[in-house]
């Protein structure tokens, strides 16, 4: 049997992020030996296939998916639920705008209250829970993550992550690892 890992993804450059610490974060994360770490594209049309890509090509099902992007703010923020509002007008890095219309409010089943404990205690950044993932593609993967988790048997959270001008790669790093091992005890895989 395969030992417990989490799925973690994060998203390439768009619009003026030239830096995207998700992705960064999602590909150190891949270092551990309980992680996957993956990027994913920032589309609307080929995301949801590059998570399907990713899952088919492990060896076993996650214990969960951790999906990451990054939002304008100074804070890390654990987000509750998709679909929360409707999409956002935004073109992609395809120049796309989403097609779908409103969408079915999922949420996640982790307990994000006790996952911004453990981000809060190795930051002195602001760490909340958020009602609205924002309608763009992360709100989008995050749908779609919710509920390839929920077919696999499975939970997915996102977390979205500040900008590198307030805070950088090298200290979010350490928030992104204590919430993976949140996660991992949360789905009973404990190191």
Do not use: W
């Not at 696999?152 to 500040?162: K, N």
């Not at 001008?165 to 992104?176: R, Y």
């Amino acid at each position: 049997m395969a030992a417990p890992f989490l799925l973690v993804t994060g998203f390439g450059a768009f619009e003026s992020v030239l830096d995207n610490p998700s992705g960064s974060l999602a590909e150190a994360m891949h270092l551990r030996s309980d992680a996957v770490g993956a990027r994913m594209p920032v589309t609307y049309g080929g995301v949801g296939d590059e998570l399907d890509r990713v899952l088919a090509g492990l060896d076993s099902v996650p214990a969960a998916i951790l999906a990451m992007g990054v939002h304008r703010g100074p804070e890390f923020r654990l987000e509750a639920r998709a679909g929360a509002v409707p999409p956002s007008k935004r073109p992609d890095t395809a120049g796309r705008i989403s097609e779908v219309g409103p969408r079915a409010l999922l949420h996640s089943g982790f307990d994000l209250e006790a996952c911004a404990e453990a981000c809060a205690a190795v930051t002195g950044h602001p760490v909340y829970v958020s009602q609205d993932a924002g309608g763009y593609v992360c709100d989008f993967l995050y749908g779609i993550a919710l509920r390839r988790a929920r077919n696999l048997g499975v939970q997915a959270l996102f977390l979205h992550v500040p900008p590198i001008a307030h805070v950088p790669c090298a200290d979010q790093e350490p928030v992104v690892h204590a919430l993976v091992d949140e996660l991992l005890a949360q789905a009973g895989t404990a190191r």
